[in-house]
């Protein structure tokens, strides 16, 4: 399949990305021609050093910045365009649940924005339904704050998953939990995606949450910004926590750290 | 598009509960446990609804004593048994007046909140509207507000206005400056997150910002509630046939001390009984507010 037809094919597509940011008087290189093409219901983590672009790339691929070299592809469509069309659900590094809405109201905040835009969103049933499943049924009513930092977070991908949008973005989701609250997550997370098979951009700085969670893993440089591998994951799935165990699993391990490292050292 | 069904019918595998303690009844190894009895402080809690007025009464049985051991004339501390029985005993004059002040305190307050909401708005969506617009409040807020009645009083003449546009002025200055945190105090992840779906400044603004800076309006509606009552008395000093402010003027002036001081409780009652109402609103519309927990709430 020729680069073109890999593009047009693609959910998510950057093609040659290069960013600055200017800062005062200096200018940063965010990222430097950064290629990468993430198939329709893919999961495809970024993974890196902090600083590295991760978050800009997900900025980029939800047009909430524009490229300034490059240019950015999401399902045929600009990135500006899928986001007036409500097709991304966001994750952010903390819950950001709204403090003053119950759990099921944070849960329909994103379809209750922007209404004038139509929407397909989960009916109410489907979204009770999947909260359900996630454990939530209890808390519907109760406001954030009286939820502990693991279940916000859980409502926060909820949020997402209830937009019934085609592209999510998530960026270090996990990374404000406990090491416990955070090894579940993950298998939460590819309950509710093995559900609904969106395409998943997941932005993480750890390694096996990366190789557990992904299809493949890019892994990024620093200084400027870069792609530097991108890695298959040929793990079976649906993946339960059994798959830690198994060998495949710690040789990609191995084969992310291994690609971390030279790109530290390039 | 997402294929969104199914949800009810696929069997529910069910993720281990990452929360883990908060069920400890089930562990079958133990049993149910029992939980502790609740503590009963009953004598701590009526306690606690109790102390403010024995405050206030401790506050005024001591002033009460002062007055009776040095044997003050009523000219120079009045008791204030005296000056409670004399209120209480000319109820018409003091609702009369009373109800004139608290009217220009309430208009006062309310076109300060909003000309406060509405600039501290302006200001929020524009760093150039911010930066001109600051100097002219802190010009505003240093200079003291009471020498410009004489002026309103060339404008408005014998109108409630003068005494409105005073109280006005005292609260505003703490509204823009509440306003305007508030409107800023939005977490950047949210924002990015309502960016994510296109909300527009407009929902971005009633969505987002103005609930984030409820608590802090409440914060300064409580400060202001005393600053515009100052204000319509402190314009009634100056031109006034009429309310608490006046009643006072025209106390000192005829040395009817009672009266001058009957003004004071009255006022400080009303002002009291104003902030009392605003906590109990703050208590309703901030219940998700961690201001609102049981264990850091003060008055
Ligand atoms: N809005 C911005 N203004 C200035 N510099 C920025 C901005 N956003 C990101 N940067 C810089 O760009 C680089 C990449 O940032 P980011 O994408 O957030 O990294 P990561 O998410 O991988 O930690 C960093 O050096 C960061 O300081
Ligand atoms: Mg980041």
């Known amino acids: 399949m020729s680069r073109a037809d890999a593009a047009a094919d693609a959910a998510i597509s950057f093609e040659a990305v290069s960013?600055?940011?200017?800062?005062?008087?200096?200018?940063?290189?965010?990222?430097?021609?950064?290629?990468?093409?993430?198939?329709?219901?893919?999961?495809?983590?970024?993974?890196g050093p902090s600083g590295c672009g991760k978050?800009?790339?997900?900025?980029?691929?939800?047009?909430?910045?524009?490229?300034?070299?490059?240019?950015?592809?999401?399902?045929?469509?600009?990135?500006?365009?899928?986001?007036?069309?409500?097709?991304?659900?966001?994750?952010?590094?903390?819950?950001?649940?709204?403090?003053?809405?119950?759990?099921?109201?944070?849960?329909?905040?994103?379809?209750?924005?922007?209404?004038?835009?139509?929407?397909?969103?989960?009916?109410?049933?489907?979204?009770?339904?999947?909260?359900?499943?996630?454990?939530?049924?209890?808390?519907?009513?109760?406001?954030?704050?009286?939820?502990?930092?693991?279940?916000?977070?859980?409502?926060?991908?909820?949020?997402?998953?209830?937009?019934?949008?085609?592209?999510?973005?998530?960026?270090?989701?996990?990374?404000?939990?406990?090491?416990?609250?955070?090894?579940?997550?993950?298998?939460?997370?590819?309950?509710?995606?093995?559900?609904?098979?969106?395409?998943?951009?997941?932005?993480?700085?750890?390694?096996?949450?990366?190789?557990?969670?992904?299809?493949?893993?890019?892994?990024?440089?620093s200084r400027p910004g870069r792609i530097t591998q991108v890695i298959d994951v040929s793990l079976p799935r649906p993946r339960h926590a059994g798959v830690e165990d198994s060998d495949d699993y710690h040789r990609v391990l191995g084969e992310v750290r291994a690609a971390l490292r030279q790109g530290w050292s390039s | 598009m997402v294929e969104l069904t199914g949800w009810t019918a696929s069997p529910v595998p069910g993720p281990p509960d990452p929360e883990g303690g908060t069920d400890p009844g089930l562990d079958p190894e133990f049993g149910v446990e029992e939980p502790p009895e609740a503590p009963r402080r009953p004598i701590r809690r009526a306690a606690l609804l109790v102390a403010p007025f024995a405050g206030l009464a401790a506050f005024f049985v001591g002033w009460e004593i002062y007055v009776l051991v040095r044997n003050l004339r009523p000219l120079t501390l009045p008791l204030p048994s005296d000056v409670i029985i004399h209120v209480v005993e000319n109820p018409g004059f003091y609702s009369r007046n009373g109800l004139v002040t608290i009217q220009e305190a309430f208009w006062g307050f309310w076109i300060a909140f909003f000309a406060a909401l509405f600039v501290a708005t302006w200001m929020a969506h524009s760093q150039f509207v911010e930066r001109a617009t600051m100097p002219v409040i802190v010009l505003m807020q240093s200079t003291p507000v009471?020498?410009?009645?004489?002026?309103?009083?060339?404008?408005?003449?014998?109108?409630?206005?003068?005494?409105?546009?005073?109280?006005?002025?005292?609260?505003?200055?703490?509204?823009?400056?509440?306003?305007?945190?508030?409107?800023?105090?939005?977490?950047?992840?949210?924002?990015?997150?309502?960016?994510?779906?296109?909300?527009?400044?407009?929902?971005?603004?009633?969505?987002?910002?103005?609930?984030?800076?409820?608590?802090?309006?409440?914060?300064?509606?409580?400060?202001?509630?005393?600053?515009?009552?100052?204000?319509?008395?402190?314009?009634?000093?100056?031109?006034?046939?009429?309310?608490?402010?006046?009643?006072?003027?025209?106390?000192?002036?005829?040395?009817l001390v009672d009266q001058l001081w009957g003004s004071v409780f009255v006022l400080a009652f009303i002002g009291v009984a104003f902030v009392l109402l605003l906590i109990a609103v703050e208590r309703r519309v901030l219940r998700w507010h961690s201001s609102q927990d049981s264990d850091h709430r003060g008055l």
């Not at chain 1, 940011?21 to 430097?32: G, M, P, T």
């Not at chain 1, 950064?34 to 983590?45: A, G, H, K, M, T």
């Open chain 2, 146 to 255: 009471a020498v410009l009645v004489p002026i309103f009083l060339l404008w408005f003449g014998f109108s409630p206005w003068p005494k409105i546009l005073t109280a006005m002025l005292f609260a505003w200055v703490p509204f823009v400056a509440n306003a305007l945190i508030g409107l800023r105090s939005i977490d950047s992840e949210t924002h990015e997150l309502l960016r994510s779906v296109n909300a527009s400044r407009w929902e971005i603004y009633w969505r987002l910002r103005i609930p984030h800076s409820l608590p802090y309006l409440f914060a300064a509606g409580r400060i202001c509630v005393g600053l515009a009552l100052v204000g319509a008395v402190v314009g009634e000093f100056f031109n006034s046939r009429e309310g608490l402010g006046n009643a006072a003027r025209v106390a000192q002036s005829r040395l």
């Open chain 1, 19 to 47: 960013k600055w940011f200017r800062r005062k008087d200096r200018l940063v290189h965010a990222l430097s021609r950064v290629s990468l093409d993430v198939r329709q219901s893919e999961f495809v983590s970024l993974i």
């Open chain 1, 55 to 221: 978050s800009t790339m997900l900025r980029l691929a939800g047009g909430l910045l524009e490229p300034d070299r490059g240019s950015v592809v999401v399902n045929n469509q600009s990135p500006a365009e899928a986001r007036r069309q409500k097709r991304y659900g966001f994750v952010p590094q903390h819950p950001a649940l709204l403090p003053w809405r119950t759990v099921r109201r944070n849960v329909s905040l994103l379809s209750d924005v922007n209404r004038q835009q139509e929407n397909p969103g989960m009916s109410t049933d489907d979204q009770l339904a999947m909260l359900d499943d996630i454990g939530l049924t209890p808390f519907l009513d109760s406001l954030p704050r009286e939820l502990s930092g693991g279940l916000q977070q859980r409502v926060s991908i909820a949020r997402a998953f209830a937009l019934g949008a085609p592209v999510l973005l998530m960026d270090e989701p996990f990374s404000a939990l406990d090491e416990i609250t955070r090894a579940d997550m993950r298998y939460l997370l590819l309950h509710l995606w093995g559900k609904i098979g969106s395409t998943v951009l997941f932005v993480t700085h750890s390694i096996p949450e990366a190789v557990v969670l992904s299809d493949r893993v890019a892994v990024l440089g």
